[in-house]
């Protein structure tokens, strides 16, 4: 691969992880979701999903 292309492939994911962050899976999950997947996929299981409630938030830490 490109090394350009994978720069741009984990930027991208980052973002997208940055961007779910407070959702269900957290950073970690959707960064890790969009380097298994695509950064396409990750952003719409992104966009699909739920909010972490503020409760549920505080008490993970």
């Given at each position: 691969?490109?090394?350009?292309?994978?720069?741009?492939?984990?930027?991208?994911s980052l973002v997208i992880a940055w961007a779910g962050r407070k959702y269900r899976f957290g950073f970690w999950g959707y960064f890790f979701a969009c380097l298994l997947l695509t950064p396409m996929i990750g952003a719409i299981i992104?966009?699909?999903?739920?909010?972490?409630?503020?409760?549920?938030h505080d008490e993970q830490g």
């Open positions: 691969m490109e090394p350009l292309v994978l720069v741009g492939y984990t930027l991208a992104v966009i699909a999903s739920v909010p972490v409630r503020e409760e549920e």
